[in-house]
Nanobody, 125 residues
Framework: QVQLVESGGRAVQAGGSLRLSCTASGRTFSTWSMGWFRQAPGKEREFVAAITWSGGTTGYADSVKGRFTIARDNAKNTMYLQMNSLEAEDTAVYYC??????????????????WGQGTQVTVSS
């Protein structure tokens, strides 16, 4: 059974930085496309960033481009989201997601097969 566990979320002031981690169980982690999504109160879940199985291709939402960096370490079955220059608008529950299919860096939530439970990021201005 595949499990994704996020960590690293906490309260931080605007302008600060955080690094989220997503650790996956499963022997085929290195073959999965992975992504980060977020959901703010009263809003739909939205795409943040994604990375291919090799880490060779990444994609970002326009709202985080230049501030967030997605990365993965297949040897550790872990994906990361480095978040810099945080803004109050980044406040949300952040979810990691994985796809068994070759979906590249798709921003479409339904393309992902597995989801974590989420980690809360709160940015105060």
């Amino acid at each position: 059974q595949v499990q994704l566990v996020e960590s690293g979320g906490r309260a931080v002031q605007a302008g600060g930085s955080l690094r989220l981690s997503c650790t996956a169980s499963g022997r085929t982690f290195s073959t999965w496309s992975m992504g980060w999504f977020r959901q703010a109160p009263g809003k739909e879940r939205e795409f943040v960033a994604a990375i291919t199985w090799s880490g060779g291709t990444t994609g970002y939402a326009d709202s985080v481009k230049g501030r967030f960096t997605i990365a993965r370490d297949n040897a550790k079955n872990t994906m990361y989201l480095q978040m810099n220059s945080l803004e109050a608008e980044d406040t949300a529950v952040y979810y990691c997601a994985a796809s068994r299919r070759p979906v590249g860096v798709t921003p479409t939530a339904r393309s992902y097969d597995y989801w974590g439970q989420g980690t809360q990021v709160t940015v105060s201005s």
